[in-house]
T-cell receptor, first 110, second 116 residues
Framework: RKEVEQDPGPFNVPEGATVAFNCTYS??????FFWYRQDCRKEPKLLMS???SGNEDGRFTAQLNRASQYISLLIRDSKLSDSATYLC???????????FGTGTKLQVIP | DAGVIQSPRHEVTEMGQEVTLRCKPI?????LFWYRQTMMRGLELLIY????????DSGMPEDRFSAKMPNASFSTLKIQPSEPRDSAVYFC??????????????FGPGTRLTVL
């Protein structure tokens, strides 16, 4: 089993829709979780950290489910500009080193 | 505020040549990471430094790859000799490692390497 797994997609959703992605991780000792966004031919950019209690930033909500070992990202009221690949990252071996998933591609359609 | 700076942005070279990639981390950050991204393997950690000291180089594919961090504001990743399978985007990232469990990494724009 891979350390961090994501559904590669693509997820094709209409503007205004709500979409959710999951990311599963194998190391039950993991403590730090992140969502990054990567546009085509660009670098990954931090979208949000995922805290134990869950957190929200505008239209984006991140949650952690320790029992089932996954994190989720919910995007409400999708915009065309949300089209990108979303990478999850989970710490592996201390708090510095993280392992990235291969990403989930989102395409928001007019 | 300057982010992570990488150079060159694009590199095209011939098999067997030496390639040197450069990175300047965000000022004040004490951790630096080198990643490689390909379609097949995604984003892979090659090596990371803390306070200029290499901590984990288990991701370095083979002896052809080497990385140095002579000071807090500069790092290099060298491939010698280069091979076509080294073609990828190489990212440098930096973070501040302190007492928090959350050490967000910030990425540079990457170097797109093509080895012919």
């Amino acid at each position: 089993r891979k350390e961090v797994e994501q559904d590669p997609g693509p997820f094709n959703v209409p503007e205004g829709a709500t979409v959710a992605f999951n990311c599963t991780y194998s190391n039950s000792a993991s403590q730090s979780f992140f969502w990054y966004r990567q546009d085509c031919r660009k670098e990954p950019k931090l979208l949000m950290s995922v805290y134990s209690s869950g957190n929200e930033d505008g239209r984006f909500t991140a949650q952690l489910n320790r029992a089932s070992q996954y994190i989720s990202l919910l995007i409400r009221d999708s915009k065309l500009s949300d089209s990108a690949t979303y990478l999850c990252a989970v710490n592996s071996g201390g708090y510095q080193k993280v392992t990235f998933g291969t990403g989930t591609k989102l395409q928001v359609i007019p | 505020d300057a982010g992570v700076i990488q150079s060159p942005r694009h590199e095209v070279t011939e098999m067997g040549q030496e390639v040197t990639l450069r990175c300047k981390p965000i000022s004040g950050h004490n951790s630096l990471f080198w990643y490689r991204q390909t379609m097949m393997r995604g984003l892979e950690l090659l090596i990371y430094f803390n306070n200029n000291v290499p901590i984990d180089d288990s991701g370095m594919p083979e002896d052809r790859f080497s990385a140095k961090m002579p000071n807090a504001s500069f790092s290099t990743l060298k491939i010698q000799p280069s091979e076509p399978r080294d073609s990828a985007v190489y990212f440098c990232a930096s973070s501040f490692f302190g007492t928090s469990q959350y050490n967000e990494q910030f990425f540079g724009p990457g170097t797109r390497l093509t080895v012919l």
